[in-house]
Structures are given as structure tokens and as C-alpha cells.
């Protein structure tokens, strides 16, 4: 046996009705949002570049992981078209 509760809201509820809400009051606000005067600090730019490197080191350990895998799955589909 099922209760309905008519406040339970489903995914489907708030992605067709409140979603566009949510986006309407976002875009309109960024219509009428005035100058910050603000700058990105020397504190900032590091975090930013050690952020790249990061996600670079991040890639590049996961391919050295991975690489026997995509290796025989680029052969494998180089002998399939032979």
C-alpha cells in the first residue's frame, strides 16, 4: 500500500517545474548584477595554477594506470579493420 502525500516531490516535479523557475531567476539576475571592482590576488593565481597542475598529474596518472588497457583497445580495433 502506497501513501500520496501531496508535498513529496518527484524529480520529474521539480525538473518540469521548478528548474525553469530556478533558471529564469538566475539569468535575470546576472541581467542586473553591477561591477564588483575586484581582483584575483597573487594568492589566488597559485591556487589556480596548482589547480591545472593537479588535474594535469591527475591525467597523466591515470593514462600510466590505464595504458596497457587503451593500448590492446587501440590495437585490437586497428587488427579487426585488417
Same mark, same amino acid.
Given at each position: 500500500?502506497?501513501?500520496?502525500?501531496?508535498?513529496?516531490?518527484?524529480?520529474?516535479?521539480?525538473?518540469?517545474?521548478?528548474l525553469?523557475?530556478?533558471?529564469?531567476?538566475?539569468?535575470?539576475?546576472?541581467?542586473?548584477?553591477?561591477?564588483?571592482f575586484?581582483?584575483?590576488?597573487?594568492?589566488?593565481?597559485?591556487?589556480?595554477?596548482q589547480?591545472l597542475i593537479?588535474?594535469? #598529474?591527475? #591525467?597523466?596518472? #591515470?593514462?600510466? #594506470?590505464?595504458?596497457?588497457?587503451?593500448?590492446?583497445?587501440?590495437?585490437?580495433?586497428?587488427?579487426?579493420?585488417?
Amino acid at each position: 500500500m502506497k501513501i500520496e502525500h501531496k508535498y513529496v516531490y518527484s524529480i520529474d516535479f521539480i525538473m518540469k517545474n521548478m528548474l525553469p523557475i530556478l533558471v529564469g531567476i538566475f539569468v535575470f539576475g546576472e541581467l542586473f548584477i553591477s561591477d564588483a571592482f575586484a581582483y584575483i590576488d597573487p594568492g589566488t593565481g597559485s591556487m589556480i595554477l596548482q589547480s591545472l597542475i593537479g588535474a594535469l #598529474v591527475g #591525467v597523466g596518472i #591515470v593514462l600510466k #594506470v590505464y595504458w596497457t588497457k587503451i593500448k590492446f583497445a587501440i590495437l585490437d580495433r586497428k587488427s579487426k579493420k585488417d
